[in-house]
């Protein structure tokens, strides 16, 4: 069954620092998001991105945030400078339709 | 946006239904009704999804009244690995998913 993957499964870095997070989309879907989830807390939508484009975002995804999709297989998620407020989990997901959106397993960023 | 409300939390013995409700009250005319679930660790996982009275698929049934101001999610005999929190989300297919506090569902041996 096809999976949507992500990696690293955990980045630690220091506050300040620049983070990538990659994301391996299914491979025919066409839709493209992040969320966010602080620990304990909820998920929290942060930005889709469709046909090459950001088609919504969050007030959580600032200037400090920007996604690109480089080379037509991995969705990125760069955060710039980063903030203790940003450890989190960071979901990726795909859809082909507006509707059920595939998950993957997550990246667990912790910022020092 | 249709604000959701469901039980915080919830406790089943194993091999029981368990049937989870949402409330809905200003669902609009273009939103679908989706559950999802989520492990710990782990990133949601969609369900089940319905717009009007009764879907089913292999994991779950979801009910949804005429007035479709409330849903509930049917779990058929559940297991201890049913153990996590599902999420009702209301919302268009144009609309971002926005996952409430869900219900956090123990399943007891």
């Known amino acids: 069954e096809p999976e949507v993957t992500q990696t690293p499964s955990h980045q630690v870095t220091q506050m300040g620092q620049e983070v990538i997070l990659r994301c391996v989309p299914i491979?025919?879907?066409?839709?493209f998001y992040w969320y966010r989830q602080i620990l304990g807390q909820k998920v929290e939508f942060l930005v889709s991105?469709?046909?090459?484009?950001?088609?919504?975002k969050s007030e959580i995804f600032d200037d400090q945030f920007s996604v690109e999709r480089p080379d037509g297989s991995n969705f990125t998620l760069k955060i710039r400078s980063t903030k203790l407020e940003d450890s989190a989990m960071y979901f990726c997901?795909?859809?082909?339709?507006?509707?059920?959106?595939?998950f993957g397993p997550g990246t667990r960023l912790t910022v020092l | 946006l249709a604000k959701t409300t469901q039980p915080i939390s919830m406790d089943s013995y194993e091999g029981q239904e368990v049937n989870i409700t949402c409330s809905h009250n200003?669902?609009?005319?273009?939103?679908?009704i989706t559950w999802y679930q989520q492990f710990p660790s782990q990133g949601p996982r969609f369900i089940i999804q319905g717009y009007k009275t009764k879907v089913t698929n292999e994991v779950a049934s979801l009910f949804i009244p005429a007035d479709r101001k409330s849903s509930t999610l049917s779990l058929p005999r559940v297991s201890l690995s049913d153990t996590a929190v599902y999420y009702c989300l209301v919302g268009d297919q144009d609309t971002p998913l926005v996952f409430g506090k869900g219900t956090r569902l123990s399943v007891i041996a």
């Open positions: 997901a795909s859809s082909d339709s507006y509707n059920e959106q595939f």
């Open positions: 491979s025919n879907h066409l839709y």
């Open positions: 991105f469709y046909n090459n484009e950001i088609s919504e």
């Open positions: 200003n669902i609009a005319t273009n939103d679908y």
